[in-house]
């Protein structure tokens, strides 16, 4: 067994998973009545799906870091031997699924002396650097090894050292032995699951984690991708915005051309996730109001006519949505890492289903949007926003955001923005929030949402927009924060009073969005890497204002991180 020396003192330990400082979102119990009324069949597939997640998981850990299984391992034993740090390590370690993360106030957490959030992950060898990595492809793309070279830049591979040149393996080949076990438990689910559909998507995502085949993956996601009467859910994310060393590639100018030369895409690595939930059917009704009018916002979006969208502009959208009360997340969706997701809308754009006809899916994540101290959240609007303006702060109205933000991710362009490299899931984060308000006069218009509910969506965003710290970078959900509130700020649609609290200037916040939507659509059309790394820098500015916000934040808000707290999914597990 390696060795490994805990990186956090006692106290720290104690500080760090004090509730105050860890909060918990707690997911379903076993006796919540969205299980107690399950048909029994669902709840034996409930069980196997449960199981596949966390073998799920398991991949996830090794993709992330390559030290994650045997630190745990280490942990596990201190334990056994009475270790209270190493306890506390594990409660951090389970929280953010892995070693490695960063906490609220952008301090970067680090469990183990010694081991760092490497650039490549777990998915490049622990020893090669960036310049390292750029000077080997030039190599073997002169010597006439493009195919070994597109494997390498593929998003489903793991790369490794072979002589003085690299290799890569699909994951499917890679972590055989574990996607067997996952797809055995879904063919399981599949035999007592109540819903033919939902059968048939399982069984198709069984075949795609036997074999290493990525048009395998494909036809299980447009399957997945049209699912939408179905009692359960179960997803396995693919997501790439956690790798920093393949999207370096288009850095390097003379890599870059012999990449373009070759006609060889750069695609960043998917970090895998699991997620299981039973669908809430009110919940779910209510998000599909918003589908009949995804052809008129397609037609709506900026320079619409230079490129093309997954959304037609006037065939039926192919956008299936659903709100799920939440089993486990496990994986990449369940990294606890000074944020969790609220929803996701997948396939991303580089995966071959949208390529063979299939369309998109909306899963919207319960339990994670609940609020469960609205003693605290008071106290936060007291110190934060506008007296006047706290009539318009709703909870629910972040829901309603996300919702526009999720359908946005299917608007704009569906290709080339891979050229702007570690500032592309910025960028297309950006595109989302700013959809999310720009439509939102036409949206009030066709009656989707009423005046009150429009005031409300945009003075909780404003609100909600402000950070306890500047982030890095490398977090692209946190950068386009911190860029829009400076845009808007500059743009006048929000400022601070007299008494230091935000003030939304409501009349300047849709028109300010577009502007914003604008400029951010024509640089992902343009795919310029330099303009892309110059409007992102020009507008990732943490302003006088922030700083202000910040510090109130800090003095009433001590929570550093969080986890959820999966009680039905541990029941199912020992089942």
């Known amino acids: 067994m390696e060795n490994f020396e805990i990186n956090y003192s006692l106290d720290e330990l104690k500080k760090r998973t004090h509730k105050d400082y860890l909060a918990t979102k707690k997911l379903l119990d076993v006796d919540a009545p969205e299980y107690l009324n399950l048909e029994d069949g669902d709840k034996k597939a409930l069980k196997n799906l449960v199981k596949a997640a966390y073998f799920i998981e398991k991949v996830f850990y090794r993709l992330d870091n390559r030290q994650n299984a045997p630190f745990y391992h280490y942990l596990e034993n201190e334990i056994l031997k009475g270790n209270e740090s190493a306890e506390l390590t594990k409660t951090l370690f389970l929280a953010q699924k892995g070693m490695c993360a960063i906490d609220r106030e952008t301090t970067k957490i680090n469990l183990a002396k010694g081991i760092y ?53 699909d994951y499917v080949k890679y972590f055989s032995d574990d996607f067997r076990h996952a797809a055995e438990k879904l063919e399981l689910a599949a035999d007592t699951s109540t819903n033919d559909e939902f059968n048939e998507y399982l069984r198709l995502q069984a075949v795609a984690l036997r074999e290493a085949d990525p048009m395998l993956d494909a036809y299980a996601d447009k399957k997945w991708a049209e699912l939408q009467d179905t009692p359960l859910e179960f997803t396995i994310t693919r997501e790439n915005y956690a790798d920093e060393m393949t999207e370096s590639v288009i850095e390097n100018e003379e890599l ?19 997620r299981v939930g039973i669908v809430n059917k009110e ?135 891979e050229a702007l490299g570690k500032y592309k899931s910025i960028i297309e984060e950006n595109k989302a929030d700013m959809g999310g308000l720009a439509f939102l006069d036409i949206l009030e218009e066709k009656g989707m949402y009423t005046h009150e509910q429009v005031l409300q969506i945009l003075v909780t965003f404003a609100a909600d927009n402000f950070l306890k710290s500047k982030p890095t ?45 604008a400029e951010i659509i024509r640089i992902q059309i343009d795919g310029d890497f330099q303009k892309g790394e110059k409007y992102v820098l020009d507008n990732f500015v943490w302003t006088d204002e922030m700083e202000i916000i910040s510090q109130k934040l800090k003095e009433i808000d001590k929570n550093l991180n969080g986890r959820t707290d999966a009680p039905l999914a541990r029941m199912l597990l020992k089942s």
């Not at 051309?257 to 699991?274: C, R």
């Not at 946190?478 to 929000?494: D, H, L, P």
Request: glycine share 6%; no cysteine; net charge negative.
């Open 117 to 169: 959030e490497l650039p490549g992950k777990g998915l490049y060898p622990e020893d090669l650097t960036k310049e390292e990595f750029h000077k080997i492809l030039i190599k073997m793309l002169k010597d006439g090894k493009a195919k070994e070279v597109r494997k390498i830049l593929n998003q489903r591979s793991i790369v490794e050292r072979k002589d003085d040149e690299l290799v890569a393996t």
């Open 256 to 274: 870059k051309k012999l990449l373009e030369d070759y006609e060889i895409p750069v695609i960043s690595k998917d970090f895998l996730g699991a």
């Open 283 to 417: 919940g779910t009704e209510a998000l599909l109001k918003i589908k009949e009018y995804l052809p008129l916002l397609a037609a709506s979006m900026p320079y619409h006519e230079e490129y093309e969208q997954n959304i037609s502009k006037t065939d039926d959208a192919k956008q299936t949505m659903i709100d799920a009360d939440i089993v486990v997340l496990a994986g990449d969706v369940g990294a606890y890492r000074a944020g969790i997701t609220l929803a996701e809308n997948l396939p991303n754009d580089d995966k071959l289903s949208l390529t063979i006809g299939g369309g998109r899916r909306n899963v919207y994540h319960r339990q994670i949007r609940f609020i469960s101290d609205r003693e605290k959240l008071q106290k936060r609007l007291d110190a934060t926003l506008d007296g006047e303006q706290h009539k318009y702060y709703l909870d629910e109205a972040d829901h309603w955001f996300t919702i526009g933000h999720e359908n946005t991710h299917s608007l704009g362009p569906n290709k080339g923005t």
């Open 473 to 517: 970078l490398s977090q692209a959900h946190r950068v386009r924060t911190v860029m829009q509130t400076k845009y808007f700020i500059e743009n006048g649609a929000i400022e601070l009073n007299a008494d230091g609290k935000i003030y939304v200037n409501i009349d300047k916040m849709i028109p300010t969005a577009k502007k914003m939507l």
